[in-house]
C-alpha cells in the first residue's frame, strides 16, 4: 500500500546547511531505490519533508531520518495512505526557502506534481506543505532538550510501610499515587486507585458483582480510601478519588454517604477531588445533573477523569463545569513525536484555560513528554516519571534537575 508521511523538525546545532546539499544528492539515489518520492523543505532551522512510497520502505526509512543526529525533534503531522503518488519522478528534491519567495516555491512543488489529477491545495498532504512554506504554525513548533538533560531525584528516602488493617481489606485495597508540579516541586495531590488485597487489579473484585451492587461497592470501597490516606498520613493533602458517573445516579444520596465517610476520617469535602470517568456511560442526565449540584454545594470538587479516551468529553464538560480535567495516558504517550496528540492537547489546554480548568497530564514517563507538555503549559503532571502509585502507603517523588553534563555543556559554548 502507498504511504505518504509527512513530518518536521528541528537542524541540530553543530550541522552547516551547506553539507545538506550532499545529504540530499545521497538521499536521492537511496529513495530511488526504495521507490520512494519526497520532498524537503528547510527554512534556516526546520526541516519538513513528505515521503511517500511503499509502507515498509517509507516507515523504515522514516525510522533511520529519526535516528539522524543532524537533526532533533521530529514530530509526525500526517501519516496517511494514497491512491497514487503525488510525486512520482522525485528520488528526493530540497527547497530552500531562504533563497526563495514562497510562491515560487508553491509553483515549483505544485509543477513537479506527476499525479494523475492536478495537484490542488484541498490535499491535506499539500496543505501542511504551504502552511509550512507560509510559516503559519511557527508558534506551535515547541523545542524540547534531550531527554539527558535532566535526571530525576527523590529528596528524601522512602517512608517505611505503616501497619493497620481494615475489614476491608480482605477484599481490596488502595494504592495513592501524587500529582505534582514538578517545578516547583509541589505535591498538588494523592489519587487513591483501587486494587485487588496484594495490590492487583481490583476486577476480581468487581467481576463477582453485577447491576446496581458495581455501583454501591464502587461508592462503598471509597470509605477505605480515606481511612487509609488519614493512617499513610497524607490527611493534610488534597485526596483525588475516582467514580464511575452511574454510581452518582444509581445509589441514593452518594453524595450524602461521601461526605459522612470524609468527616468520620477527620477530612474536610474542601480537600477531595471526585474523579469521574469520561467514558462511563451516563445515562438518566436528570439525575446526574442533580447529584453534580449536591456534589458541588458539599465543597467538594470534581474531575472528569481518563479525558480524550471516551465519547462523552466535550460534551460532559459543559454540562458539568469541572474543576480539573486529566487527560488520558494514550494521548499522553510520545506526545513529543506526534503532530495529531499536540493539535488536540493544545485545543484542551486552550479550552480548558477559557474556562478556568486546570490541565492534569497522566501516564507521563518520558522526560520529553513532560518537557514537551511544561512547554505548551501544562503544569500538573503523574505518572511513573515522577512517582509510582503505591499500595497502602505514599511513594517517593522524584523531582527533575538539569543534570552536570547538561549545564557544563551550556557553559562551555
Ligand atoms: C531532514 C533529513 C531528511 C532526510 N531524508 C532522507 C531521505 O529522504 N532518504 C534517505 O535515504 N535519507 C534521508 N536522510 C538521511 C538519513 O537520515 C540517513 O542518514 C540515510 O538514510 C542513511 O542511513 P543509513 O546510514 O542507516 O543507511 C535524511 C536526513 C535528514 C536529517
Redo the contacts with the bound molecule.
Keep these: 500500500m502507498l504511504l505518504t508521511l509527512v513530518y518536521r ?1 528541528h ?1 541540530s546545532e553543530h ?1 552547516q546547511s551547506d553539507s ?1 546539499v550532499e ?2 544528492s ?6 530511488e531505490l ?1 521507490s ?1 518520492t ?1 520532498i ?1 523543505l ?1 527554512d534556516g532551522m526546520h ?1 519538513f ?1 513528505l ?1 511517500e512510497g511503499p509502507e515498509e520502505a517509507v516507515d523504515a ?1 522514516y525510522s ?5 543526529k ?2 532533533h525533534n ?1 514530530v509526525v503531522l500526517m501519516r496517511d495512505y494514497v491512491q497514487s503518488r503525488r510525486f512520482g519522478n522525485v ?2 528534491e530540497l527547497f530552500d526557502l531562504r533563497h526563495h519567495h514562497e510562491d515560487e516555491v508553491l509553483q515549483a512543488v505544485l509543477d513537479k506534481g506527476t499525479s494523475k489529477y492536478q495537484l490542488t491545495y484541498e490535499d491535506r498532504a499539500l496543505q501542511f506543505l504551504c502552511t509550512f512554506v507560509q510559516a503559519r504554525e511557527k508558534e506551535n513548533y515547541l523545542e524540547i532538550l534531550p531527554a539527558d538533560s535532566w535526571s530525576f531525584l527523590a529528596d528524601e528516602p522512602l517512608k517505611p510501610e505503616v501497619e493497620f488493617i481494615f475489614p476491608e481489606m480482605q477484599d481490596y485495597s488502595f494504592a495513592f499515587q501524587p500529582i505534582v508540579d514538578p517545578l516547583s516541586r509541589e505535591i498538588i495531590s494523592y489519587e487513591a486507585t483501587i486494587r485487588g488485597p496484594e495490590g492487583g487489579s481490583a476486577m476480581e473484585y468487581y467481576s463477582r458483582l453485577s447491576g446496581i451492587t458495581i455501583y454501591e461497592a464502587d461508592l462503598k470501597s471509597k470509605k477505605l480510601a480515606f481511612a487509609m490516606a488519614q493512617k499513610i498520613g497524607i490527611s493534610d493533602k488534597t485526596i483525588s478519588i475516582k467514580l464511575l458517573p452511574m454510581t452518582l445516579v444509581m445509589v441514593p444520596d452518594a453524595v450524602g454517604f461521601l461526605v459522612n465517610e470524609i468527616t468520620a476520617c477527620g477530612l474536610v469535602p474542601e480537600q477531595i477531588v471526585v474523579a469521574i470517568t469520561e467514558n462511563g456511560v451516563i445515562t438518566r442526565e436528570d439525575k446526574f445533573t442533580t447529584a453534580m449540584k449536591q456534589l458541588k454545594a458539599s465543597g467538594m470538587r470534581l474531575a472528569i477523569d481518563d479525558f480524550g479516551a471516551g465519547s462523552a468529553g466535550l460534551l460532559l464538560l459543559t454540562q458539568c463545569q469541572p474543576d480539573k480535567i486529566m487527560i488520558d495516558r494514550n494521548m499522553i504517550c510520545d506526545i513529543h513525536t506526534s503532530g495529531p496528540k499536540q493539535a488536540v492537547v493544545q485545543a484542551i489546554i486552550r479550552f480548558c484555560s477559557a474556562l478556568e480548568i486546570s490541565v492534569i497530564a497522566t501516564g507521563v514517563e518520558k522526560p520529553e513528554e513532560w518537557m514537551w507538555l511544561d512547554a505548551a503549559g501544562v503544569c500538573n503532571f503523574q505518572g511513573e516519571l515522577f512517582a509510582e502509585p503505591r499500595l497502602k502507603g505514599a511513594p517517593v517523588v522524584t523531582w527533575p534537575e538539569v543534570t552536570y553534563e547538561y549545564q557544563s555543556g551550556q557553559q562551555a559554548l
Design positions: 523538525s537542524i550541522v545538506l545529504m540530499v545521497q538521499a536521492n539515489v537511496n529513495n526504495l520512494i519526497g524537503l528547510f526541516f519533508q515521503l526509512l533511520s531520518i529519526c535516528q539522524d543532524r537533526h521530529v528520488g528526493m
